[in-house]
């Protein structure tokens, strides 16, 4: 709901209530030759560019710092960025990663936005094949083993 606030000259100014949810959903799917992962970040718009700033280039740079992909060896895997799309409220980061091993024994860790929100909760979704493994983090999580 909004609240109004009485500005200068009489005019009121509309605040519009931020939203209660703090949550971002983030898609792995491996590709069927098992060499590629799409990785798709689903955010709120605001909350993003408030924490990233604007362009492609900060949003990227966001991202490789706080969705960290690690192979069976504990390499960092180096993610592609790809493109932003805004749908409605939300804003789509759309990324790659080759993975020449496929998916055993990589480690996920997810840290948007729990800098900026003590409830922030990150979901991580993976699918490979007909195989889908859900993966949740809050502030404070470590990484998680894509089973």
Known sequence: MAALIPGLSGLAVSLVAAHPMHTSVTELALARDGQRLAVSVRAFADDFAAAAGAGDSAASGYIRERLVLTD????????????????????????????????????????????RFHDQVNIVRVTSGSRATTLVFTRG???????
């Open 72 to 115: 069976r060896h504990g390499r960092r895997l180096a993610l592609r960025w790809e493109a932003r799309e805004a749908r409605g409220d939300a804003l789509i980061l759309r990324l790659s990663v080759l993975m020449p091993a496929g998916l055993a024994g990589v480690e996920a860790r997810n840290t948007i936005l729990c800098e």
């Open 141 to 147: 999580s470590g990484p998680q083993t894509v089973p």
